[in-house]
Structure formats: C-alpha cells, structure tokens
C-alpha cells in the first residue's frame, strides 16, 4: 500500500517561495506508469489541481499558476517536490501530494487514488 | 477549462434513505473512441485527505461499500448512496479528467437529518 507524505515549512512570507516535498513509501516513485501531483484546498474552499509530475520528469501545470510553478521529481529519495514563487495571502491552503495511475489501457486516468494528509501552509508576514 | 458544478452545495438525509449528488461538466467528458466518461468521486471526511470512491464515472474502487453507485453519461453525472450510514458524513466532489487541465466540483456536504 502505497503511502504519500508532505513536509515543508508552515509559514512563508509573501513574495517568497514556497518549496514542499511529497515522499512515496511502500513503492517505487519510478515503477509503473504513475504520476505524482500536488493539490491544494484553501480553508473552506474546494480543491484546485496545481500539476503533475511522471517518474521520467515530464510535467503539466495548471495554467493559472505556470508562471510559479515548477515541480520536479528525485527518483533516488523516492520523492516529487513543489516550488510556487511569488507568493501572496491567497496561496494560504492545505497542499496535498496524490497519485495518478497515468496510462490505463492506452488512454489517461488522471484520477487520484493515493493522497497524502496535507500539509497547512500559511503566507503570512 | 472545463467547470465543473455540483448540486446541491448540502443535503441532509435520514439514515438509511437515499442520498443523491449531481454533477454537470461544461462539455462533454465522453470520449467517442472508447465510450468512457472521464469522471471521478470522491468522499472527504473531516480533517481527512479526499478518498478515491468512483473512477470512469460508475466504476467503485476496490474496497468501497456497493451503497455508493455512479451514473451518467456526457455532461451530466449522479452520485448516490443508496442507504446513508452515519459515516458516509463527508463533503463528496465530483473531478473530470478528460482534459490536461484537471478540475474539481465545488462539493457537496451531506449529513444526517
């Protein structure tokens, strides 16, 4: 059974960037044809897709945050990472790192069938 | 983007009745080449990470009790708990992955009357 971990500061000032790990237990990171994202739910709020990841490095982001957003992958620590720069008050949210099968007889399922418990980040000066 | 919007925002249900959420894409998430709709559910429980209940819009991952059933097809989609117990006390969302651009429902609370 496949177990997901965030870890990373709490509290980040605005303007700064925001750097978290996700690390994959009980599987490799590299196996399959899995990929790996980071999702975050402000208080109260739904969920919104950041982007993901596969083993081999190739990434998607969600558009809005392109521009901040850079996710990468260390196949030898088992883990993906998230940096989101320029942080402002409205990236204060829960971040979730979550699985994706991939490729599912030759077609997408970018569905999440592992998550990690989240982390709280708060940007806050 | 493709929108995704769940209905109703909350429901509350006696225990053992039906409980019903909606689910309506902005377009299509039916893909005519293998006639799958690229439609998840998901269960979040207080101080929880969401929970993977439903996949290809009717599929039930292993493990999830045979109360919770998916349907639809196209735009619009139905989940529903045929008999609520009281831990299916969650907010559900509805997620499409038919387009690169991965979007969620804004969720539906459902608790006991």
């Known amino acids: 059974q496949v177990q997901l971990q965030e870890s990373g500061p709490g509290l980040v000032k605005p303007s700064q960037t925001l750097s978290l790990t996700c690390t994959v237990s009980g599987g490799s990171i590299s196996s399959g044809s899995y990929y790996w994202s980071w999702i975050r739910q402000p208080a109260g709020k739904g969920l919104e897709w950041i982007g993901r990841i596969s083993s081999s490095g190739s990434t998607n982001y969600h558009p809005s945050l392109k521009s901040r957003v850079t996710i990468s992958v260390d196949t030898s620590k088992n883990q993906f990472s998230l940096n989101l720069s320029s942080v402002t008050a409205s990236d204060t949210a829960v971040y979730s790192c979550?699985?994706?099968?991939?490729?599912?007889?030759?077609?997408?399922?970018?569905?999440?069938?592992?998550w990690g418990q989240g982390t709280l980040v708060t940007v806050s000066s | 983007d493709i929108v995704m919007t769940q209905s109703p925002d909350s429901l509350a249900v006696s225990l053992g009745e039906r409980a019903t959420i909606d689910c309506k894409s902005s377009?299509?998430?039916?893909?005519?080449?293998?006639?799958?709709?690229?439609l998840a559910w998901y269960q979040q429980k207080p101080g929880q990470p969401p929970k993977l209940l439903i996949y290809w819009a009717s599929t039930r991952e292993s493990g999830v009790p045979d109360r919770f059933s998916g349907s639809g097809s196209g735009t619009d989609f139905t989940l529903t708990i045929s008999s609520l117990q009281a831990e299916d006390v969650a907010v559900y969302y509805c997620q499409q992955y038919y387009s690169t651009l991965l979007t969620f429902g804004g969720g539906t609370k459902v608790e006991i009357k």
């Open positions: 377009q299509s998430i039916l893909h005519i080449s293998n006639n799958k709709n690229y």
């Open positions: 979550a699985r994706s099968p991939g490729y599912c007889s030759s077609t997408s399922c970018f569905y999440f069938d592992s």
